[in-house]
Nanobody, 129 residues
Framework: QVQLVESGGGLVQAGGSLRLSCAPSGRTYTFSRSNVAWFRQTSGQEREFVAAVSRSGKDTIYADSVKGRFTISRDTAKSTVYMQMGSLRPEDTAVYYC????????????????????WGQGTQVTVSS
């Protein structure tokens, strides 16, 4: 069973930048051909959509709260999805999760957790004021 591994989280000051990475720990065939999304969650809150990229990498979707500050991309050759986060704010503090689908579907990326069935363990991002 494929698992996702996130990396790149950490502590940064407000206004700073971080780049998160997501890659499968096992077989890469499906991941490389699936829509991939980032979600984030804070304690006691629902997991919320942040950004998604289509299987081709050509289409991206962003939550309004991060539009213009975050950029999602993928490197198919490396089977890795990235999220470059800039102009970080304290309210961006959360555990960030990468998600994909275990079957290949030719549909636009979803913005709800139900669109994905494979998740990583999460990486903590903390933005200090």
């Amino acid at each position: 069973q494929v698992q996702l591994v996130e990396s790149g989280g950490g502590l940064v000051q407000a206004g700073g930048s971080l780049r998160l990475s997501c890659a499968p720990s096992g077989r890469t065939y499906t991941f490389s051909r699936s829509n991939v999304a980032w979600f984030r969650q804070t304690s006691g809150q629902e997991r919320e959509f942040v950004a998604a990229v289509s299987r081709s990498g050509k289409d991206t979707i962003y939550a309004d709260s991060v539009k213009g500050r975050f950029t999602i991309s993928r490197d198919t050759a490396k089977s890795t999805v990235y999220m470059q986060m800039g102009s970080l704010r304290p309210e961006d503090t959360a555990v960030y999760y990468c998600a994909s689908k275990s079957v290949i579907l030719t549909v636009p990326p979803g913005v709800d957790t139900g669109s994905y069935d494979t998740w990583g363990q999460g990486t903590q991002v903390t933005v200090s004021s």
